[in-house]
């Protein structure tokens, strides 16, 4: 099945601790997002990228990182920068990020809480 | 800056009702719309793509419409189920060239059998 995976599907964190979430997708697209979903509020872009060892900074980029060695794979890292990370992650893909056919499709979600 | 707004909030309707879901945006040169559906805990599935050229997309039950000089889309959902019971986003692209997609807060919606 073609599709986005993300892991873990819950994340607990101590304070000072860095985490890494996983974001894989085999659709052969060129583009992956990570966004943030918190109560009460739309998603808010954190990063993207358009190409393998590329990415920019979406809206909320703060404390966060992000890597694109590969094609299907985006993982993005929790440093103990961010001050309040415990939020609900969604990874997405698009075809090509500035086509005006381009359709993002999303993964199950991560939840990360802070103990 | 782009601001999408959904209202309501939270809809409740009875079970085979018709009903609409309203998005309203405020800068009309977007390059396409899209509508998603949310279940608790789950990530996004995407139901309908609206290009800025485009007045209205159909898939089965659901029918999106765009009003772009007026910044407003609505989906409309016929005969309503049980199953329907989600909440429902949409967000909007920029022009040519953007990246990035523009969420609203999404309505509630509650299918009561």
């Known amino acids: 099945d073609g599709g986005i995976t993300q892991s873990p599907k819950y994340l607990f964190r101590k304070e000072g601790q860095n985490v890494t979430l996983s974001c894989e997708q085999n659709?052969?697209?060129?583009?992956m997002y990570w966004y943030r979903q918190d109560p009460g509020q739309g998603l808010r872009l954190i990063y993207y990228s358009q190409i393998v060892n590329d990415f920019q900074k979406g809206d909320i980029a703060e404390g966060y990182s992000v890597s694109r060695e590969k094609k299907e794979s985006f993982p993005l890292t929790v440093t103990s920068a961010q001050k309040n990370p415990t939020a609900f992650y969604l990874c997405a893909s698009s075809m090509i990020a500035e086509s005006s056919y381009n359709e993002q499709f999303f993964g199950p979600g991560t939840r990360l809480t802070v103990l | 800056k782009q601001e999408v707004t959904q209202i309501p909030a939270a809809l409740s309707v009875p079970e085979g009702e018709n009903l609409v879901l309203n998005c309203s945006f405020t800068?009309?040169?977007?390059?396409?719309l899209q509508w998603f559906r949310q279940d608790p805990g789950k990530g996004l599935t995407s139901l309908l793509l609206?290009?800025?050229?485009?007045r209205e997309q159909t898939s089965g039950r659901l029918n999106a419409s765009l009003d772009k000089s007026s910044g407003r889309s609505t989906l409309y959902i016929a005969a309503s189920q049980p199953g329907d019971s989600a909440t429902y986003l949409c967000?909007?692209?920029?022009?040519?060239?953007?990246?990035?997609?523009?969420f609203g807060k999404g309505t509630k919606l509650s299918v009561i059998p």
């Open positions: 967000a909007v692209k920029d022009g040519a060239g953007s990246y990035q997609l523009t």
């Open positions: 609206i290009q800025s050229s485009q």
């Open positions: 800068d009309s040169a977007i390059y396409n």
């Open positions: 659709l052969n697209h060129d583009a």
